[in-house]
């Protein structure tokens, strides 16, 4: 299984689901010559609101992208912490430059109205979740892509397996939802589901996908299956 292209991914999402960044947006910020071109030909999708809902292990969150209004991350309200421009975590700081991330959106959760970015640095390109807000004077970032075209493939990947899943619950739609479906029927096709969703996972960022968020992401997923 190989990775879909960014076009072809937006049209098969609905690209009257995207948006594009204006090209006086991208003027001047720090982005990589490829993430710039997929910002202003492609852009991010901005709904519908259930494929951009992630139901994680402790919370459950919702990507609102914005790629209309892309700004440094230094323009918003980033704490600043003592080894700023770097974070503080020596896992990253080797290469880190927190001037360098342009902000794609943001991730409230179901509680909080705002509780991090979404981000693109642009020295490696990769995206990013951080959290604005200093963890012992250091500054939070965990990766999620390699780069923009992975991220877009990872969220089609993920759309898909949702919509798989609950096309399989519409079978089971008088069960006790308090309780977990035991069918062996449901638990195989459930089983199907859940390892095409690895592998398009797989697929979409192959070099950042072992041990990465959106594997363990897969892996929460497929304890919601069995609950």
């Known amino acids: 299984m190989t990775a879909e292209h960014p076009a072809r991914i937006r049209d098969a999402w609905g690209a009257s689901h995207f948006q594009r960044s204006p090209t006086e947006r991208l003027a001047g910020l720090p982005l990589t010559p490829d993430a710039a071109a997929l910002l202003q030909a492609i852009g991010l999708p901005t709904g519908p609101p259930a494929a951009l809902a992630l139901y994680l292990r402790f919370e459950n969150v919702n990507i609102v ?23 503080g975590r020596p ?25 991090r970015f979404v981000c693109v640095d642009g020295i490696r390109g990769n995206v990013w979740w951080v959290y604005p807000r200093l963890s012992d004077q250091c500054t939070d970032c965990y990766l999620h892509n390699t780069d923009l075209a992975a991220y877009l493939a990872s969220l089609w ?5 949702r919509e798989q899943f609950a096309k399989l619950l519409e079978q089971y739609a008088d069960h006790d939802p308090e309780m977990p479906i ?3 029927a449901y638990l195989a096709q459930a089983e199907i589901i859940h390892t095409q969703f690895l592998e398009r996972l797989q697929a979409a960022d192959p070099s950042g996908f072992k041990g990465g968020f959106w594997e363990e992401h897969a892996w929460n997923e497929h304890i919601l299956l069995h609950s």
């Open 65 to 87: 992208h914005r790629p209309a209004e892309l700004r440094l991350l230094t323009s918003t309200n980033l704490e600043i912490g003592p080894a700023f421009p770097r974070t």
């Open 91 to 115: 896992e990253l700081d080797g290469w880190i430059d927190l001037r360098r991330f342009v902000v794609l959106g943001e991730v409230p959760n179901d509680s909080d109205p705002f509780t």
């Open 157 to 161: 990947a993920y759309r898909q397996f």
């Open 182 to 184: 035991e069918d062996p």
